[in-house]
């Protein structure tokens, strides 16, 4: 059974998960071992129990306990369920909880990428994307539409960042993802991999999204660049196509988030 804490000191070492720490000291890289995250909102949450995260402590408000939160504790056994009224909460994160609730968890060890493109037919590559909302967005998308992986530059947003998961609704625990080489070969290494590469820029001699081309090959690695500067010219200049999305009334081009949704759907067809 969970142990039941209700919150009567904020100064509660317990409680700097929640309250102090930046989601880069969670992150610990000095200590992956003992790295953390945070989830938030009883979907989010019931997803990463469902990907196998082992949850470390619960912050929520003191009604879910008994209500709905009661399935999500019965998983997870005897841990620190800090609770309190959602006054008191707010006051002590600096923010209102989605659903009332947060999960702090232990970060799960990550695959490497081809451990989990061996069976990938499409995956997306994601350079250097640093907006935690776009990042959860385009798992989202990417789960609904048969992404089969999504590979990241280190230098992106974490998935796992609040957010990042709570955007995603949880899909970022149902698509397998992991980080690139740092060292920029992996290029030669999805080629290895048997993958061809299309990056998503606007260049003059790009293919339209909807060539045959695309759509013919066996195994495509959809590669998706930073807000704003969007790839770069040496990442473009590796792939095998440059493929745009056909706009229209003088837009040149789409957020990140929404042009992989298009491009997710058009290229898994």
């Not at 102090?20 to 992150?27: A, C, I, K």
């Not at 000095?30 to 990463?48: K, W």
């Not at 090959?217 to 660049?225: D, H, M, P, T, W």
């Not at 770069?232 to 095998?240: L, M, V, Y």
């Amino acid at each position: 059974m969970a142990r039941i804490v209700e919150i009567t000191d904020f100064g509660a070492p317990e409680l700097d998960i929640y309250a102090r720490l930046t989601e880069n000291q969670l992150l610990n890289r000095a200590d992956p071992e003992n790295a953390l995250f945070v989830a938030e909102s009883p979907l989010v949450i019931g997803r990463a129990l469902d990907g196998g995260c082992v949850p470390v402590s619960f912050l929520m408000e003191k009604k879910h306990a008994e209500g709905k939160g009661k399935e999500l504790l019965l998983r997870c056994g005897e841990i620190p369920v800090f609770v309190a009224e959602r006054d008191v909460i707010s006051q002590l994160t600096g923010f209102h909880l989605t659903r009332g609730m947060l999960c702090a968890m232990r970060r799960p060890k990550l695959p490497s990428a081809a451990a989990i493109c061996e069976k990938a037919r499409r995956i997306a590559v994601l350079e250097n994307v640093m907006n935690p909302t776009n990042i959860g967005a385009i798992f989202r998308s990417a789960a609904a539409l048969n992404i089969d992986a999504v590979l990241l530059t280190a230098a992106g947003s974490d998935p796992l960042y609040r957010r990042a998961a709570r955007v995603s609704m949880g899909t970022v625990f149902q698509v397998p993802w992991t980080y690139l080489p740092e060292d920029g070969s992996w290029q030669e290494l999805l080629k290895e991999l048997g993958f061809k590469t299309a990056a998503m820029a606007l260049k003059e001699d790009s293919l339209s999204i909807e060539d045959p081309r695309l759509a013919a090959e066996k195994k495509l690695a959809i590669v998706l660049g930073t807000e704003g500067d969007g790839l770069a010219p040496s990442t473009i200049s590796h792939c095998d196509y440059t493929v745009r999305i056909p706009m229209s009334h003088g837009v040149d081009s789409l957020n990140v988030a929404a042009a992989s949704a298009v491009a997710f759907y058009e290229l898994t067809k």
